[in-house]
């Protein structure tokens, strides 16, 4: 039997080529997902400095507050100049510190007024309309 054994044949370069794209590609766009919306600022010393604010808590490993940017993202430019839109991001100490001393989760949704005063806390709102009720019950009216 001293017979030249046939070894497994190996994955085709072209298909190599494939699957390495097809990651890179599928890795790119988890990431992407990942990304903050909106620009929205994390500067939360902003809260209190004379504008009223909005502040929404972001934990990227859930979903909720990614769609609570994009509601506000939604109405934003209708407040623009009249409201702060400010993230506190979870996963930074921050943003936890003011999420613990406000008790908000991800999702949550606090509108401040001017001097820093806690006005209303929205749990994960789902409507935009929600959201606009909350800034008209302060007094703050769109353009």
């Known amino acids: 039997m001293g017979g030249k054994t046939k070894g497994r044949p190996g994955i085709p370069g072209w298909a190599k080529i494939l699957i390495t794209i097809v990651v890179v590609v599928g890795a790119g766009a988890l990431i992407f997902t990942q990304l903050p919306r909106g620009a929205f600022s994390t500067d939360l010393s902003r ?42 991001h979870l996963g930074h100490p921050d943003g936890q510190a003011f999420a613990r001393q406000h008790g908000m989760r991800d999702a949550t949704v606090v509108l401040f007024s001017g001097d820093g005063q806690r006005l209303e806390t929205l749990r994960a709102p789902q409507r935009a309309a929600e959201i606009r009720e909350a800034l008209r019950a302060a007094n703050i009216h769109p353009h």
Do not use: C, K
Request: aromatic share 8%; proline share 5%; no cysteine.
């Open 47 to 88: 809260v209190g400095q004379g504008t009223p604010a909005l502040v929404v808590a972001r934990d990227i490993n859930f979903l909720a507050g990614a769609e609570v940017m994009d509601l506000l993202n939604g109405i934003r430019p209708e407040y623009d100049g009249r409201v702060e839109f400010l993230a506190a």
